[in-house]
């Protein structure tokens, strides 16, 4: 059976046993673009987030796991333009699961891929619509790929493999894995 098409960007796969303490940054209200869930997030100047971008940034700090606003209610995500907080998961020891954007095999295990913005958050759900960016397989420097999910099937598209991101806020090179 064929890997579904389902992009719910980032999701929290692993810490090893390590227990993930989650931190949380503000979001400007000049924010330029929407915020999912599973979204991964740069830390920019003023020490605010905002929806991170493919191609390498080292400004990524982790992956958007919720949001609240200036009152503490939650949110499903956060629209452009809009004030609000980011609670994340940050990126160090921590693995994902993430769906590729198109067709990956088993050689693509060990090799750096980047993320692919495909479009805002779901509207309903606030879900991430990221993805890993198969055409990047073994020439990006984002995120490194460590295996795939047991229900998905390589050599098709959207496989959702695992990964741990490689450059990213405090680190500039491979993490240990």
């Given at each position: 059976?064929?890997?579904?098409?389902?992009?719910?960007?980032?999701?929290?796969?692993?810490?090893d046993g390590v227990r993930c303490v989650l931190n949380s940054l503000p979001v400007d209200?000049?924010?330029?673009?929407?915020?999912?869930?599973?979204?991964?997030?740069?830390?920019?100047?003023?020490?605010?987030?905002?929806?991170?971008?493919?191609?390498?940034?080292?400004?990524?700090?982790?992956?958007?796991?919720?949001?609240?606003?200036?009152?503490?209610?939650?949110?499903?995500?956060?629209?452009?333009?809009?004030?609000?907080?980011?609670?994340?998961?940050?990126?160090?020891?921590?693995?994902?699961?993430?769906?590729?954007?198109?067709?990956?095999?088993?050689?693509?295990?060990?090799?750096?891929?980047?993320?692919?913005?495909?479009?805002?958050?779901?509207?309903?759900?606030?879900?991430?619509?990221?993805?890993?960016?198969?055409?990047?397989?073994?020439?990006?420097?984002?995120?490194?790929?460590?295996?795939?999910?047991?229900?998905?099937?390589?050599?098709?598209?959207?496989?959702?493999?695992?990964?741990?991101?490689?450059?990213?806020?405090?680190n500039t090179g491979t993490p240990t894995i």
């Open positions: 059976m064929a890997n579904p098409n389902f992009p719910r960007g980032f999701q929290l796969y692993s810490n209200g000049a924010n330029p673009t929407s915020i999912g869930i599973g979204d991964v997030i740069n830390l920019v100047a003023g020490g605010t987030a905002e929806r991170g971008s493919a191609a390498g940034s080292i400004d990524q700090i982790g992956v958007a796991i919720g949001f609240t606003d200036s009152t503490g209610s939650f949110l499903s995500s956060v629209p452009a333009n809009t004030s609000a907080t980011v609670s994340y998961a940050p990126f160090f020891g921590t693995k994902f699961l993430v769906q590729t954007s198109g067709v990956a095999d088993a050689s693509a295990v060990g090799a750096l891929a980047d993320l692919v913005v495909t479009g805002d958050a779901n509207p309903v759900t606030g879900v991430s619509q990221m993805e890993l960016d198969s055409a990047t397989i073994g020439t990006g420097t984002q995120f490194r790929i460590l295996g795939k999910d047991p229900e998905s099937n390589w050599g098709e598209a959207n496989v959702r493999v695992i990964v741990v991101a490689d450059t990213y806020v405090g």
